[in-house]
């Protein structure tokens, strides 16, 4: 997706959302990855565009920059679930649906 820098920040984070989403409906970055792959100034504009995904309904709440929360219908279960670096935080909600 690195040729698509016409689209909007926040059609580019769903895309790499979605696309990166596991069994769980969680897609994980490392540290700092989203701010880089979305060429945003700072996390603080990453975490904003991340609530604003939240609040139009493109991710779940409880999303973060190194953990995006898909909506469940997203997903196709074609990849195993990974460990999530954000602990247990949100993992109840998601797990056993
Ligand atoms: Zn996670």
Redo the contacts with the bound molecule.
């Keep these: 997706m690195g040729s698509n820098a016409e689209l909007p920040p926040l059609t580019r984070l769903v895309s790499y959302a979605y696309a990166r989403a596991d069994k769980n409906s969680?897609a994980?970055f490392r540290r700092g990855e989203l701010t880089k792959l979305l060429r945003l100034k700072n996390r603080q504009a990453t975490n904003r565009l991340i609530a604003r995904a939240e609040r139009d309904g493109w991710l779940r709440k409880d999303s973060g920059s190194e953990?995006l929360l898909v909506p469940e219908h997203i997903t196709d279960h074609a990849y195993p679930p990974s460990l999530?670096p954000?602990g247990n935080e949100h993992d109840d909600d998601v797990i056993g649906k």
């Design positions: 969680h994980h953990c999530c954000r």
